[in-house]
């Protein structure tokens, strides 16, 4: 079974300050790599995906991806207020479109006025 | 723009009951999922489905069992509910590999918090 792991946090950024944050997963094959937003008593919403050639920016967010050491990053540039939540990161189920995501446990983040 | 909607926000069920979660999601999407989330656990899946009347175990199916009779609306059943059971129910929906390049992308519903007494 894939496992995903985060730093659970609390992760405690300045406003305006670079966020960074990490997952690790286990199952070098993967080749696809989300990323979720979740505020506290919502559900998750999309922020921003990879695949295994490349990293890819959009907007404030960069996803990074290290297939040697196998992380994945999201940096959150211009830290907000706003942007405090919790992060999930992600991979494919079992591989195949059909069969969603794994989810890490999440990390909570917090942007500091 | 409401995609993924769950029928019930907040349930409140006695032990033994059987438990209806509603899922409808109008994007015309081939997959649709279960989840769980609870504190310290994350989500974790519970049944999905492909197709209708398909459906696939996913992590912790135990206790649960899903119908999809109609391609927007995939069903979570708990046929005897357990205090353990207690939990934030999480549907979604995703696309069929092929169709576009995030095929993986998960849509949620808001979400059934439900408690079992």
């Known amino acids: 079974q894939k496992e995903v792991e985060q730093n659970s946090g609390p992760l405690s950024v300045p406003e305006g300050a670079i966020a960074s944050l990490n997952c690790t997963y286990s199952?070098?094959?993967?080749?696809?790599f989300f990323w979720y937003r979740q505020y506290s008593g919502k559900s998750p919403e999309l922020i921003m995906f990879?695949?295994?050639?490349g990293d890819k920016e959009d907007g404030r967010f960069t996803a990074q991806l290290n297939k040697a050491s196998q992380y994945v990053s999201l940096l959150i540039r211009d830290s907000q207020p706003s942007d405090s939540a919790t992060y999930l990161c992600?991979?494919?189920?079992?591989?195949?479109?059909?069969?969603?995501?794994?989810f890490g446990k999440g990390t909570h983040l917090i942007i500091q006025p | 723009d409401v995609k993924v909607t769950q029928s019930s926000r907040y349930l409140v069920k006695r032990t033994g009951e059987k438990v209806f979660l509603e899922c409808v999601q109008d994007?015309?999407?081939?997959?649709m999922f279960w989840y769980r989330q609870d504190p310290g656990l994350g989500l974790r899946l519970i049944y999905f489905?492909?197709?209708?009347?398909?459906?696939e175990k996913g992590d912790i199916p135990e206790g649960y069992s899903v119908s999809r009779e109609k391609k927007e609306r995939f069903s979570l059943i708990l046929e005897s509910a357990s205090t353990n059971q207690t939990s934030m129910y999480l549907c979604?929906?995703?696309?069929?590999?092929?169709?576009?390049?995030?095929?993986?992308?998960?849509?949620f519903g808001a979400g059934s918090r439900l408690t079992v007494l």
């Open positions: 990879i695949y295994s050639n």
């Open positions: 199952d070098r094959g993967s080749q696809s």
């Open positions: 979604a929906s995703s696309a069929y590999p092929g169709q576009n390049s995030g095929a993986n992308v998960l849509t």
């Open positions: 992600a991979v494919p189920y079992s591989g195949g479109g059909a069969d969603g995501l794994t």
């Open positions: 994007m015309d999407h081939e997959n």
């Open positions: 489905s492909y197709d209708v009347k398909m459906k």
